[in-house]
């Protein structure tokens, strides 16, 4: 069993049944008292993070978490089936997993699935996605000043606010984790 000396970033620990990634850590030795080890995890399912702190030399549990790059195929009506691109090995995720994802992801775009004992336990998309808007109010003349928004529509179904000029058909490049407009993408 290992030691909280071996906690690194990306490390996985098993704390309490749940998993938990490790963000960030930092080995303390006071001038008085004993090491220790300050740690930030970030929940892997539901995604929650909180500070936690561990004796040096505590045992904990390290997990094994498999992280695949893989692509989206499609929805079958009740979970989302992914593909590896090497071995060809299709993947279904739940909706539960999936969460927000399914407003950035179109077919044939790639994730990261984050795999344990072989079952699907959370899904990292990249920090930003390219999206046409599908529907937006058309602009008017003079709209072109900076600091108005209106809402548009994507192609996966999302409403997001964008920039008055923009219109039906463009390209948007969307962060992730936000959902807010980044810029405007040209072919």
């Known amino acids: 069993m290992a030691t909280s000396n071996d906690i690194k970033n990306g490390s996985v620990l098993n704390l309490d049944g749940n998993l938990w990634t ?60 992914f593909m590896d691109p090497n071995t060809f090995d299709q993947v279904s995720v739940s909706p539960a997993i999936m969460g927000d994802a399914t407003d950035y992801l179109l077919e044939n775009e790639n994730a990261i699935i984050g795999s344990h004992d072989g079952s699907p336990i959370f899904l990292e998309l990249p920090a930003s996605v390219v999206l046409e808007i599908t529907y937006t109010e058309p602009g008017l003349q003079g709209d072109r000043s900076s600091g108005g928004t209106k809402p548009a529509t994507l192609q996966t179904g999302k409403e997001i606010q964008v920039p008055l000029f923009l219109e039906q058909g463009t390209k948007v490049k969307v962060n992730t984790s936000s959902g807010e407009y980044l810029g405007r993408v040209n072919d």
């Open 22 to 81: 490790v963000v960030e850590f930092q080995h303390v030795k006071p001038g008085k008292g004993g090491a220790f080890v300050r740690t930030k995890l970030k929940n892997v399912i539901s995604g929650k993070v909180v500070d936690k702190t561990f004796n040096a030399g505590a045992k904990v549990d390290f997990e094994t978490v498999d992280r695949r790059t893989m692509q989206y195929l499609y929805f079958d009506g009740s979970d989302y089936v």
